[in-house]
Every structure is written in C-alpha cells, then in structure tokens.
T-cell receptor, first 118, second 115 residues
Framework: GAGVSQTPSNKVTEKGKYVELRCDPISGHTALYWYRQSLGQGPEFLIYFQGTGAADDSGLPNDRFFAVRPEGSVSTLKIQRTERGDSAVYLC????????????????FGEGSRLTVL | QQQVKQSPQSLIVQKGGISIINCAYENTAFDYFPWYQQFPGKGPALLIAIRPDVSEKKEGRFTISFNKSAKQFSLHIMDSQPGDSATYFCAAGTYSGAGSYQLTFGKGTKLSVIP
C-alpha cells in the first residue's frame, strides 16, 4: 500500500498477557517511530529506529515494552505482562530522513492499533 | 512535565469564521514546530510547519504565527469549513544528536465547524 500499515487495528487482551503490534512503513522510509496516544491526549514518543537499530528508546515506559525492526522495514512493538494502563492507541510513523531537520521532516502516521487491556 | 501546552481544548466556530489555536512551549532547544490534523479513527497528518527563523507561514487557508521571544505559536484557519472539523495537535521538535528527530505533542484541540 501507499501508506503506513498497522495491524491489528484493534486488540483486546487480558491483564498479564503478551501482545505484539506490527507496523509496515512506507517503502523507502528509513526512519520509523512508535508513539502511544491515550484517550484525549496527544501522541507520546516511545522509540525511534533508523534502519535496523533503535537509535532512541528513551520513551519506552519500562522494560515490559520492546520493539524490533530486524530487516530495516517492518517493525514489531512487543508488550509483556500487559497492564490496564497500557490501554491506548499505538501509532507508528515513518519518514524519509529521521535525523537531520532537512526538507519537511514530515512524519507519516498509520491509523494505529487500539489496545484494550481488560 | 508538559513541555507543550495547547489551548483551547475544544473550539466551536461558525462556517466562514476564523479558528485560532494556541500553543506555548518551554524548551528553547525546540527548533521545528508542526501542526497535525487528526480525524476520528485516523492517524495524525501534517498540516503545516514552521521553523523559528520566520515569524509567519501561510499555506492556503492555514497560517502559523510564531513568537520566539514569548515561546508561543498559533494556528489560524481562515474561512473555516465543516470539513475542517477534526482534532488539531501542535508539536515541537528537536534534533537530539542521537539521530533522533522527536516530536513533543500538545494535548490537542477538537475543532467543530458548524454550518
């Protein structure tokens, strides 16, 4: 597709379970970001990949959260031992250049994965 | 600590009127200020952005005004239309030196344009 694709669009799980959320960025975009958006709030930065490596994971709230991007394209956000407070929309975004403030610096967001932890 | 404060939380404007949304930031290291538009069930989409070396940027009906000394910036939507009804987020970005270009978002403003 032409845009950032995220699956699943909705995920309901029970407290304590493990969850994986997938992001397929725009082809050719080397930078990939994960954000979390709670109800009534703006997106909150979680982690940034440049290629295969996590260049900045300072936004991950704790060690239950982990993300990978093994081949520099698709990324998976993994949440262990889910808690009710993890309920939110998890947004993935990609851009052509994630580093320098060049050109537009525009982030292209997917529609998000809505996670509900019961 | 909220680094980007956005107001108002909600806004109702008559069709054809001017919508104004304000943001203030604290961190003087921010050097990129975009506005994103989000429709229900969709991800945010870039609307317009400004860098601190200019005080105003206009694209069609959308204008950003930027006041570096006051650390404030605002979005003006001229001739507001019902199709502009959405949630608007201001953001501030900084190059962290780790190759990361991070955006810190405001809490959003829900705009309703009534016919």
């Amino acid at each position: 597709g032409a845009g950032v694709s995220q699956t699943p669009s909705n995920k309901v799980t029970e407290k304590g379970k493990y969850v994986e959320l997938r992001c397929d960025p725009i082809s050719g975009h080397t930078a990939l970001y994960w954000y979390r958006q709670s109800l009534g709030q703006g997106p909150e930065f979680l982690i940034y990949f440049q290629g295969t490596g996590a260049a900045d994971d300072s936004g991950l709230p704790n060690d239950r959260f982990f993300a990978v991007r093994p081949e520099g394209s698709v990324s998976t956000l993994k949440i262990q031992r889910t808690e009710r407070g993890d309920s939110a929309v998890y947004l993935c975004a990609s851009s052509i250049s994630g580093g320098a403030l060049s050109g537009t610096g525009e982030l292209f967001f997917g529609e998000g994965s809505r996670l509900t932890v019961l | 600590q909220q680094q980007v404060k956005q107001s108002p939380q909600s806004l109702i404007v008559q069709k054809g009127g001017i919508s104004i949304i304000n943001c203030a930031y604290e961190n003087t290291a921010f050097d990129y200020f975009p506005w994103y538009q989000q429709f229900p069930g969709k991800g945010p989409a870039l609307l317009i952005a400004i860098r601190p070396d200019v005080s105003e940027k206009k694209e069609g009906r959308f204008t950003i005004s930027f006041n570096k000394s006051a650390k404030q910036f605002s979005l003006h939507i001229m001739d507001s239309q019902p199709g502009d009804s959405a949630t608007y987020f201001c953001a501030a970005g900084t190059y962290s030196g780790a190759g990361s270009y991070q955006l810190t978002f405001g809490k959003g403003t829900k705009l309703s344009v009534i016919p």
